[in-house]
């Protein structure tokens, strides 16, 4: 994985990581937007505000989960191994550009 990550272009990898990890925190902001959702219609709130948001979380949460998968494809990324292959590699190379 590291042979293949060297011969990739060494400006994107960085992007794409912090992307990957962006993606992985709007998912689980959307899953929280949507379990509020469902708090809101069980305490006999709203179902506009509850349905709402239900549907806005759930939005959300599928559009950066098939946005992250796509990095992953993008970047051949099938284990978790290749996964934190690719982090360390990425931030080899933040921390190359920052000096």
């Not at 949507?34 to 006999?44: C, D, E, F, T």
């Not at 559009?63 to 051949?76: E, H, P, S, T, V």
Request: glycine share 8%.
């Amino acid at each position: 994985m590291k042979k293949e990550l060297s011969n990739t272009n060494p400006h994107n990898s960085p992007k794409d990581a912090i992307q990957l990890i962006q993606s992985g925190f709007v998912m689980i902001i959307g899953l929280l937007v949507a379990v509020i959702g469902l708090i809101v219609l069980l305490n006999n709130g709203s179902p506009i505000w509850g349905y709402g948001l239900i549907i806005t979380g759930a939005i959300l949460a599928c559009f950066f989960a098939f946005y992250a998968d796509y990095l992953k494809r993008k970047n051949k990324i099938k284990t978790y191994k290749e996964l934190t292959d690719f982090y360390d590699y990425s931030m080899k190379l933040l921390t190359k550009e920052n000096h």
